[in-house]
């Protein structure tokens, strides 16, 4: 992949994200009544079931992350991991 497509947003698959969420220090996903979630110290984050994300389901699930990390993170970041 060419350092263009890094710094860009992509479609990503369920267990990429759920993958990158456990670098990014997220523990799960655990069973929860509707979808599944992951856990970051005290917080929650739901993880949809479907096997891919959009782009901009991506990006506003990771809104969210941010908010829980309090921290921001790039399309070139989150490729990056």
């Known amino acids: 992949m060419g350092s263009q ?10 267990r990429d994200f759920v993958r990158r969420l456990r670098v990014l220090g997220f523990d799960g996903p655990f069973s ?4 599944q979630f992951m856990v970051y110290q005290e917080r929650r ?3 949809p079931s479907n ?4 782009i901009p389901q991506l990006r506003m699930m990771l809104h969210e992350v941010e ?3 309090d ?10 991991l």
């Open 51 to 54: 096997a891919e994300y959009s």
């Open 67 to 69: 908010r829980i990390i």
């Open 32 to 35: 929860g009544t509707r979808h």
């Open 71 to 80: 921290r921001e993170i790039t399309a070139g970041a989150w490729n990056s």
């Open 5 to 14: 497509a890094l710094n860009r947003w992509i479609p990503c698959r369920r």
């Open 45 to 47: 984050l739901a993880i």
